[in-house]
């Protein structure tokens, strides 16, 4: 059992605690003393904030998993609005909507968008092609959702190139920042 330890010498410990380099005797000599001296035990729970780093991180996690799934199914969201313009009058958004969800994709999936796009574009327009067909619709004008989807892939390559290269740009600036200082 640890002797009793008077405040100044838990106080000189509570650091050595925090930081977990402690010996085991000092760990317990601490908390003992914190069990009935109320000062220590202030100052000691005022100076673990050791594992806020990692919770931060953990936060931060968090928070990119959250706006990569929210962005995911924006990007979802916008391809399905996009291709349902398809053909209407409205269809000429799509010279703006779909580089944007390049863009998008560039976020997610950097320069894999340029292949997962096209993938994901066709997959959907394949879908809704075989939508149209169980609705009746003319084989052949569902059919050119997929020359539409080749044209969209385009659009969205374009955005994800912009991107990409908008990135790449800042980063070798964030660089030369670095060097020069
Ligand atoms: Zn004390």
Known sequence: MADRISCDIC????????DGIASEDSRA??????????????????????????????LLGKIRSRARIGMSM????????????TEGTDMFANSI?????GVLGYIL????SLYLMPVLLFATSAAGFLLGMLKGIDAGDSASLLIWAG????????GSVA???MHFALRKEKNDDEKAA
């Open 11 to 18: 106080m000189d410990l509570i650091p050595l605690v925090r």
């Open 29 to 58: 000599a601490v908390e003992e003393h914190i069990k009935d001296c109320a000062g220590c035990r202030a100052a000691f729970e005022e100076s673990s904030p050791a594992p806020e780093p990692e919770k931060a991180e953990v």
């Open 74 to 85: 924006l990007l979802m969201f916008g391809m399905l609005f996009g291709i349902s313009l």
């Open 97 to 101: 909507i779909m580089p944007l969800l």
């Open 109 to 112: 999936f950097r320069w894999r």
């Open 151 to 158: 044209l969209y892939s385009l659009f969205a390559a374009a």
């Open 163 to 165: 991107a990409g290269l």
